[in-house]
């Protein structure tokens, strides 16, 4: 299994919402800054597969009732295909929820 350590990766669905959130929040230069240190090394930008898709159609309908966002549901098939163990999230209620189907639960940080 991959730790948080080996690779940070994001998942291409996170890039919009993260520019947006920088940009309204700080300003835009904060967020042209951020997603310019996206493609230093440091990170990785894993794009979704057919198979992460169908995966995420299948979590919508399994915690349907907890409506959970588009982003969290691509980090979530994203992190069983990968076998990612922690996840850097602002959304503890979604993730505490989810039961990943590589391990019991995914470690949330920070």
Not at 25 to 37: D, E, K, P
Not at 47 to 60: E, G, K, S, Y
Request: net charge negative.
């Amino acid at each position: 299994m991959r730790n948080i350590t080996d690779v940070r990766i994001v998942p291409a669905p996170v890039l919009p919402e993260m520019f947006y959130m920088l940009s309204e929040r700080v300003n835009y230069s904060t967020a042209v800054a951020m997603f310019r240190t996206l493609h230093t090394g440091t990170f990785h930008i894993e794009v979704l597969t057919d198979a992460d898709m169908r995966r995420m159609q299948n979590i919508m309908l399994e915690y349907a009732d907890n409506e959970f966002d588009f982003v969290d549901v691509a980090i979530m098939a994203l992190a069983e295909r990968l076998q990612i163990v922690d996840v850097y999230t602002f959304d503890q209620r979604d993730f505490n929820a989810f039961r990943p189907k590589h391990r019991p639960y995914l470690r949330l940080l920070p």
